[in-house]
Nanobody
Framework: QVQLVESGGGLVQAGGSLRLSCAAS????????MGWFRQAPGKEREFVAG????????LYADSVKGHFTISRDNAKNTMYLQMNSLKPEDTAVYYC??????????????WGQGTQVTVSS
């Protein structure tokens, strides 16, 4: 089992920035690819970004390319999502996820509880 805990969400004005963190425990963090997903009210959960075990490969949804950056620190068992130039449409609950396979934008095995990001206009 892998336990995942997100943090760093909050309320920010449009154009602002936030950095989300995902702390992992339970298994060897560097064995897993990681991903960020989000779910806005009334919408299905969607893939945001993914990163392989070493951090050397990344994958982004077209909607966030150029203003979100995914990264990881295997020494700290933590993954990050740096979100810049935030827009009201980025408002959602953001989830981190882990899986043994990469690249993939769905079908992750382990999930966190989510952290709310609200972008005001």
């Amino acid at each position: 089992q892998v336990q995942l805990v997100e943090s760093g969400g909050g309320l920010v004005q449009a154009g602002g920035s936030l950095r989300l963190s995902c702390a992992a425990s339970g298994r060897t963090f560097s064995d897993y690819a990681m991903g960020w997903f989000r779910q806005a009210p009334g919408k299905e959960r969607e893939f945001v970004a993914g990163i392989n075990w070493s951090g050397g490969l990344t994958l982004y949804a077209d909607s966030v390319k150029g203003h979100f950056t995914i990264s990881r620190d295997n020494a700290k068992n933590t993954m990050y999502l740096q979100m810049n130039s935030l827009k009201p449409e980025d408002t959602a609950v953001y989830y981190c996820a882990a899986d043994m396979s990469f690249p993939k934008s769905k079908g992750y095995t382990y999930w966190g509880q989510g952290t709310q990001v609200t972008v005001s206009s």
